[in-house]
């Protein structure tokens, strides 16, 4: 299905003709509408834009015209990894650079403008993240003030790498050259919450060029609590994600990835279950995310190590 509106070019807007867009979404129409209505409204503009839903109720009413062309699709299944490649294989052939962006993001007016650059200047570069200067806590309107009296300096490096404790890509702006796509798709065995498939692409990735960021692409994500799942299957997803990414052997090392999240993370959300007052997240459900780590701690010590099995979980414990 597509429900694309392809309006004129603004006034001084850029138009980088060789990117697409592709926003994932679910349960969050009116989030997904405003972003986009932003991304039309600044300075330099995709080629095009691809929302890719898992019903008609995700996909935004947009009855303007706007600078680019917006496809509305309908993915086979749920799940943001499912959602992301049928968006890539809709794409048109002349889209050589993407940029996956959160459903719920606000750009630097010269972002897409940016991300040309790097790719264009960094011919090495396979993919990389935007610059998240804030996750969370913060509304569109002071996203936008501290986006718009961010500087973009000449001097500035066209790339590099996050902090060693990063392993290098970051979901809610990652922007990956076209071919590579061909190649590395995102896992669909990721179902409903794909937590971690950000750094699991970045780390497969990087077997065909650099991985890293810029400080070049600034970006605010809102990070929306609607349309999430439980706290419960958070705290599955936390484990059990993680365990099957270690067993691929890509990336991620077994016997840190099974101490962080065998050991520690389950420790952490009990500790902070039995000790609130101490919790600095208080938007966190620590009980909820406790039992969900708890679910899929039984299910490892059963050999049971399937994401696929946080359907049933959501299905026990709701959204």
Not at 191 to 217: K, T
Not at 282 to 296: C, E, P, Q, W, Y
């Given at each position: 299905m597509?429900?694309?509106?392809?309006?004129?070019?603004?006034?001084?807007?850029?138009?980088?003709?060789?990117l697409?867009?592709?926003?994932?979404?679910?349960g969050?129409?009116?989030?997904?509408?405003q972003?986009?209505?932003?991304?039309?409204?600044r300075?330099?503009i995709?080629?095009?834009?691809?929302v890719?839903?898992?019903?008609?109720?995700d996909?935004?009413?947009?009855d303007?015209?706007?600078?680019?062309p917006v496809?509305l699709?309908?993915?086979?299944?749920?799940?943001?990894?499912?959602?992301?490649n049928?968006?890539?294989?809709q794409?048109s052939p002349?889209?050589?650079?993407?940029?996956?962006?959160?459903?719920?993001?606000?750009?630097?007016?010269?972002?897409c403008?940016?991300?040309?650059?790097?790719?264009?200047?960094?011919?090495?570069?396979?993919?990389?993240?935007?610059?998240?200067m804030?996750?969370?806590?913060?509304?569109?309107?002071?996203?936008?003030t501290?986006?718009?009296?961010?500087?973009?300096?000449?001097?500035?490096?066209v790339f590099?790498?996050?902090p060693?404790r990063?392993?290098?890509f970051y979901g809610c702006?990652?922007?990956?050259?076209?071919?590579w796509l061909?190649?590395?798709?995102?896992?669909?065995?990721?179902?409903?919450?794909?937590?971690?498939?950000?750094c699991?692409?970045g780390?497969?990735?990087?077997?065909?060029?650099?991985?890293g960021?810029?400080?070049?692409?600034?970006?605010?994500h809102?990070?929306?609590?609607?349309?999430?799942?439980?706290?419960?299957?958070v705290?599955?997803?936390?484990?059990?994600?993680?365990?099957?990414?270690?067993?691929?052997?890509?990336?991620y090392?077994r016997?840190?990835?099974?101490?962080h999240h065998?050991?520690?993370?389950p420790?952490?959300?009990?500790?902070?279950?039995l000790?609130?007052?101490?919790e600095?997240?208080k938007s966190?459900?620590?009980?909820?995310r406790?039992?969900?780590?708890?679910?899929?701690?039984a299910?490892?010590a059963?050999?049971?190590?399937?994401p696929?099995?946080?359907?049933?979980?959501?299905?026990?414990?709701?959204?």
């Amino acid at each position: 299905m597509d429900k694309g509106k392809t309006g004129q070019t603004k006034v001084n807007q850029k138009v980088i003709s060789t990117l697409g867009v592709i926003i994932a979404t679910v349960g969050r129409k009116e989030i997904v509408e405003q972003t986009i209505l932003s991304l039309s409204s600044r300075r330099t503009i995709p080629g095009c834009v691809v929302v890719t839903g898992a019903t008609e109720k995700d996909l935004p009413v947009l009855d303007y015209v706007m600078p680019f062309p917006v496809h509305l699709l309908l993915a086979p299944a749920k799940g943001s990894a499912i959602q992301r490649n049928h968006g890539i294989s809709q794409l048109s052939p002349s889209i050589e650079l993407v940029s996956f962006l959160d459903d719920d993001m606000e750009l630097h007016d010269d972002y897409c403008a940016e991300v040309e650059n790097v790719f264009r200047s960094a011919p090495e570069v396979a993919g990389f993240s935007g610059y998240i200067m804030t996750n969370g806590g913060i509304d569109r309107a002071d996203a936008r003030t501290l986006l718009d009296t961010y500087q973009i300096h000449k001097e500035m490096p066209v790339f590099g790498f996050y902090p060693k404790r990063w392993p290098g890509f970051y979901g809610c702006a990652m922007n990956i050259r076209r071919r590579w796509l061909a190649v590395e798709q995102f896992d669909e065995r990721l179902p409903l919450y794909a937590l971690g498939e950000d750094c699991e692409m970045g780390f497969r990735l990087s077997r065909h060029g650099a991985v890293g960021g810029s400080a070049r692409c600034p970006v605010v994500h809102l990070a929306a609590k609607s349309g999430r799942i439980s706290e419960v299957g958070v705290g599955y997803a936390q484990i059990i994600n993680y365990l099957y990414f270690a067993g691929k052997g890509i990336g991620y090392p077994r016997m840190a990835t099974y101490w962080h999240h065998l050991v520690r993370l389950p420790l952490v959300n009990l500790f902070f279950r039995l000790f609130p007052a101490l919790e600095q997240k208080k938007s966190i459900d620590r009980k909820g995310r406790f039992r969900g780590n708890l679910l899929a701690l039984a299910d490892a010590a059963r050999g049971r190590i399937d994401p696929k099995n946080l359907i049933a979980i959501v299905a026990r414990f709701g959204k």
